[in-house]
T-cell receptor, first 114, second 110 residues
Framework: EAQVTQNPRYLITVTGKKLTVTCSQN?????MSWYRQDPGLGLRQIYY???????DKGDVPEGYKVSRKEKRNFPLILESPSPNQTSLYFC?????????????FGQGTRLTVV | QQPVQSPQAVILREGEDAVINCSSS?????VHWYRQKHGEAPVFLMI?????EQKGHEKISASFNEKKQQSSLYLTASQLSYSGTYFC???????????FGPGTSLSVIP
């Protein structure tokens, strides 16, 4: 089954404790991205990757890092989480740069930083 | 620049129709529509490309007016399963990334 898998689904952590949210897709997609979703703001892009070893900042990249060492995986790293990073996070993948293609989203990770 | 969606929220009774609008201040190449049910991931509905072609699937259709830089999503004879938040995403060119609007919450009640 074609899917994007994120882990964990829920995470509560303390300020400053490094964490990683994993994302994996099994569709051989080139393009992957991370979004955060906050009430009233919709989905805002954090980082994206056009292919292996090619990543770039989205609209709200501060406080986040990513890596793309393999085509299927695109982890999101918070080196020193802060309470304002409490949010619902989604990973998405699509065959290539958006254009006329649909995106497939993971199930989301609800992160709480206390 | 984030597109604007209207209305912010709408409540319908089963069988009623609804229109959700998405507008941008800049020229558009495409508009994407997604639906997100509570607690779930956004799911793709359709993409409309520059050219104004209306698309549809069963009772959900959409139009794209590139001159007005806006798109409308039409939900006909709504069903309970239509409840959720609808997002539009816009691209200025085929190489731009998609920027999502804030969403429209739609609730269908019996």
């Amino acid at each position: 089954e074609a899917q994007v898998t994120q882990n964990p689904r829920y995470l509560i952590t303390v300020t400053g404790k490094k964490l990683t949210v994993t994302c994996s897709q099994n569709m051989n997609h080139e393009y992957m991205s991370w979004y955060r979703q906050d009430p009233g703001l919709g989905l805002r892009q954090i980082y994206y990757s056009m292919n292996v070893e090619v990543t770039d900042k989205g609209d709200v990249p501060e406080g986040y890092k990513v890596s793309r060492k393999e085509k299927r995986n695109f982890p999101l790293i918070l080196e020193s989480p802060s309470p304002n990073q409490t949010s619902l996070y989604f990973c998405a993948s699509s065959p290539n740069q958006w254009g006329s293609t649909e995106a497939f989203f993971g199930q989301g990770t609800r992160l709480t930083v206390v | 620049q984030q597109p604007v969606q209207s209305p912010q929220a709408v409540i319908l009774r089963e069988g009623e129709d609804a229109v959700i609008n998405c507008s941008s201040s800049k020229a558009l190449y495409s508009v994407h529509w997604y639906r997100q049910k509570h607690g779930e991931a956004p799911v793709f509905l359709m993409i409309l490309l520059k050219g104004g072609e209306q698309k549809g699937h069963e009772k959900i259709s959409a139009s794209f007016n590139e001159k007005k830089q806006q798109s409308s999503l039409y939900l006909t004879a709504s069903q309970l399963s239509y409840s959720g938040t609808y997002f539009c995403g816009t691209e200025g060119t085929s190489y731009d990334k998609v920027i999502f609007g804030p969403g429209t919450s739609l609730s269908v009640i019996p």
